[in-house]
């Protein structure tokens, strides 16, 4: 019995040898990592946000179109709509370098532009990101004031 598995063994992998396309059996498998280009980023809550804003070396970036920054706003933010991005970063450059932490938001958990927007600023080298993906829609539920 043992023979004949033995046998079995060297016969399947003399085949695999010399076949044209042979299985890779003794092939080192390169382990999976990141996908390339996936950036995350820490997040933010309601309260750590409430608490953040009042410090002056951080800086909330409203990532909605300016419209509805005027209609609404968390106290002390600035807009820097994701659609206008590269027409207004280099005047709002200043003003972040100086910043020790940004936190970006927009609409809510379902709104994109927190995320995309944090990308592009993490591309222009900023690496002190928060992202508060709970957004106006939470900063509402949770009884907060907007500003206008």
Request: aromatic fraction near 8%.
């Amino acid at each position: 019995m043992v023979a004949i598995i033995v046998a079995s063994v060297v016969f399947g992998l003399g085949s695999n040898f010399i076949a044209e396309k042979p299985l890779p059996l003794f092939k080192i498998l390169a382990k999976p990592g990141p996908a390339a280009g996936v950036v995350s980023f820490t997040e933010a809550d309601a309260d750590f946000v409430r608490q953040l804003s009042a410090d002056p070396g951080t800086v909330l970036i409203d990532a909605r179109l300016h419209e509805l920054f005027n209609q609404g706003h968390i106290p002390g933010a600035i807009s820097l709509p994701l659609a206008r991005f590269d027409e207004l970063i280099t005047e709002r450059m200043a003003q972040l370098r100086a910043a020790r932490l940004l936190v970006v938001y927009c609409s809510g958990p379902n709104c994109q532009d927190s995320h995309d927007l944090a990308l592009r600023l993490s591309a222009k080298g900023f690496a002190d990101l928060l992202l508060y993906r709970g957004g106006i829609e939470d900063w509402l539920e949770k009884g907060n004031a907007l500003a206008r």
